[in-house]
């Protein structure tokens, strides 16, 4: 039987092959709840544009709140927060959660993210292996980061072709990471400009473990949440 999930959109960041990835924490009038991620039936699980759509033809933004008609819980491995959408149903728009409320959202990692000591060829604790990240239990969080910092260069190999990518990197709990930015707004500000670092004085990071790819899950920043961006 059908059920529903109202979520504050967290992310909506880019899932290949040609979809997105969205993920949010459960709110109510009480606060903010379990971690929640739609998915498709599909064997790849990325959400169409058709399916994550409203009524209106609009695409969710982050920060809205929005209820999902599901078809099914479907935990899978370290993704435990996945639930497969009812796709005979819109997507519901009700609201927004401003930057301030957004606050009680945050989340304190005790210790590192995941598991530390793996890095690809650009990236630093940016990814754990398969057989290690089947025994985690969570694939989400909202942290606030110390020291965030957007790097665009040109990058190859891990991840096919060279070609403009985007990079966080920041300190969190006594640790660093670079990590890919995979949120298509941030993206599409940070690669207007020319290859270089900017510096984020106040934002938030929904971090995600993405799924297996070469025998690791990768450590993704899937949206990056500033104040302009949250009240703007």
Known sequence: MSYTKTIVCLAN????????CVAGREVSSLGF??????????????????ERRYQDGTDPKVLEIISITMA?????????????????????????VSWSRLQAAVEVAAGPLWLNGYS???????????????????????????NLTLVVASEGGDFGAPRRRV??????SGQSYCVVVT??????????????????????????????????????????????????
């Open 13 to 20: 960041s880019r899932k290949p092959p040609s979809g997105r």
């Open 33 to 50: 709840g379990a971690w929640i991620r739609p998915v498709s039936a599909r064997p790849t699980q990325e959400i169409s544009e058709e």
């Open 72 to 96: 099914r819980a479907q935990p899978h491995h370290h993704q435990q927060e996945n639930h497969v959408i009812d796709d005979g149903y819109y997507w519901t728009k009700s609201g927004t």
């Open 120 to 146: 690809s060829s650009y990236g630093h604790n940016d990814r754990v292996p398969e057989s290690q990240a089947h025994g985690l239990s969570r694939s989400l969080y909202l942290v606030r980061p110390d």
């Open 167 to 172: 990079r966080a990197t920041f300190d969190l």
């Open 183 to 232: 949120d298509p707004w941030m993206e599409r500000q940070a690669l207007a400009g020319r290859d270089g670092e900017r510096t984020l004085d106040d934002a938030l990071l929904c971090v995600s473990l993405g799924e297996a790819f070469h025998d690791f899950v990768y450590k993704l920043a899937a949206a990056v949440i500033t104040p302009q961006r949250a009240d703007g």
